[in-house]
């Protein structure tokens, strides 16, 4: 799992900042999170595959989390992109997207679903063989989802050099998928524990878009291994933070200590600031673990 920042800014673009936007890599798919005005440019610029897009999860329909997303999708028609392309949205995003997708391009080579997620509710986006995206809401403005990234329990493996001292068929090597232990031909039991080592740990990824602080938020993340929290503003701003329903970056980081995760990830800055040292500076005296986003930063989750 990698995570690609394609855009780290607050609700307006600068010369050092985009508007919100992620791609998520997994097992040669790409998913996005929000798509801010520069997403595909940000996409060529880090040279991920338009063609291995095939999910898009929006946080909510402020503009800086979403206006990118109909050049995007025209983009992908005019590159002849196939099969189909999902965008899990609420029902007001899926009517707005979909009346302007058929006013601007209206021919598609590829299939455009919406996959309808209900405000104010925890629930499963989206599940595939090996992994599952839970969306769970947070305190915005308008109603917004955050969104956790679980892959699944993997296999443990097979030793090889028991399956050949053992001579075990090769209609039976899913052994260390199915956790069946197995009988020799003259009635000796080998368990799966001896027929396998331990699998290898499974990677998780919370993605908290703009959100006023409030502490439940911890349980919901709790033990990921990277979250990545908004931190628009300071300490000095932390009445303003909680007037426009965003967080301090020392708010972030109690969220990440409480919630005993591995790293956390800051972003969602605000225009103001020349640099992050000092969000930083004030996150790490909470959680020490602490990086900034920024454009063209792609983080290593995969613990294969």
């Known amino acids: 799992m990698k995570i690609n920042i394609l855009g780290c800014g607050s609700a307006t673009p600068s010369l050092r900042h985009l508007p919100a936007c ?4 997994h097992r040669g798919q790409l998913m996005m999170i929000d798509c801010g005005e520069g997403a595909q440019l940000s996409m060529r610029r880090q040279g991920l595959n ?3 897009l095939n999910h898009i999860f929006i946080s909510h329909l402020h503009g800086d989390h979403c206006l990118g997303l109909p050049g995007l999708l025209s983009t992908l028609a005019l590159q002849q992109k196939g099969g189909t392309i999902t ?6 995003g899926a009517d707005l997207f979909g009346r302007v997708m058929d006013f601007i391009c209206r021919e598609r080579p590829y299939e455009l679903k919406f996959n309808i997620l209900t405000p104010g509710q925890q629930q499963i986006a989206l599940e595939t063989d090996s992994l599952v995206v839970e969306a769970f809401p ?5 109603p917004t989802l955050g969104f956790i990234m679980r892959e699944k329990p993997k296999p443990r493996h097979l030793r090889g050099d028991m399956a050949k001292f053992l001579q075990i068929p090769v209609s039976r090597l899913r052994i260390k998928e199915d956790g069946d232990d197995f009988t020799t031909p003259d009635g000796r039991l080998f368990t799966n524990e001896q027929l396998t080592t331990p699998a290898d740990p499974s990677a998780s990824y919370a993605y908290c878009s703009d959100t006023a602080y409030f502490p439940e938020l911890a349980q919901i993340v709790e033990g990921v291994d990277l979250l990545y929290h908004e931190s628009t503003y300071d300490d ?4 303003m933070a909680a007037e426009r329903h965003h967080s301090t970056a020392s708010q972030a980081a109690r969220i990440a200590r409480d919630a005993h995760v591995g790293q956390l990830l800051l972003g969602h800055f605000s225009k103001r600031y020349n640099s992050e040292e000092l969000l930083l500076q004030q996150a790490r005296a909470i959680f020490p673990n602490t ?3 920024n454009e063209g930063m792609t983080i290593e989750l995969s613990k294969d």
């Not at 992620?22 to 890599?25: I, Y």
């Not at 965008?87 to 007001?92: G, N, Y």
């Not at 947070?138 to 308008?142: G, I, M, P, T």
């Not at 000095?236 to 009445?239: D, G, L, Q």
């Open 236 to 239: 000095s701003m932390e009445a």
């Open 138 to 142: 947070l305190h915005h403005r308008v």
């Open 50 to 52: 338009f063609g291995r």
């Open 22 to 25: 992620q791609v998520v890599e």
């Open 291 to 293: 990086i900034a986003a």
């Open 87 to 92: 965008v899990h949205t609420f029902a007001e």
